[in-house]
Nanobody, 126 residues
Framework: QVQLVESGGGLVQAGASLRLSCAASGRTFSSYAMGWFRQAPGKEREFVAAISRAGGSTRYTDSVKGRFTISRDNAKNTVYLQMSSLKPEDTAVYYC???????????????????WGLGTQVTVSS
């Protein structure tokens, strides 16, 4: 399994931007589809975005389309989530996850992902 470490979270005001990063260990990063999920207090973990192995296919949950962009740099073993026009409802712990045997397009269900990071907190104040 790949080891994942998220970074880049923080406290921002509504309308601001943040870029989350997820660094992966190992030499097989490019063989994994990657996803971002989030979990707000008292709520279930929800899908945010996913990207295919080579980065050519992406998908987003409707609430972040046009505001968030997922990307990856396989040379750096890193996946990113660029978040713009942040809203208070985006407040959550954000997790990245890796899918070793991904469908195409990449999956939105957490059960497809075998490896998870510990998360990074994003708080958006109004």
């Amino acid at each position: 399994q790949v080891q994942l470490v998220e970074s880049g979270g923080g406290l921002v005001q509504a309308g601001a931007s943040l870029r989350l990063s997820c660094a992966a260990s190992g030499r097989t990063f490019s063989s994994y589809a990657m996803g971002w999920f989030r979990q707000a207090p008292g709520k279930e973990r929800e899908f945010v975005a996913a990207i295919s192995r080579a980065g050519g296919s992406t998908r987003y949950t409707d609430s972040v389309k046009g505001r968030f962009t997922i990307s990856r740099d396989n040379a750096k073993n890193t996946v990113y989530l660029q978040m713009s026009s942040l809203k208070p409802e985006d407040t959550a712990v954000y997790y990245c996850a890796a899918d070793r045997d991904p469908p195409f397009p990449p999956a939105s269900r957490p059960s497809f992902y075998e490896s998870w990071g510990l998360g990074t907190q994003v708080t958006v104040s109004s």
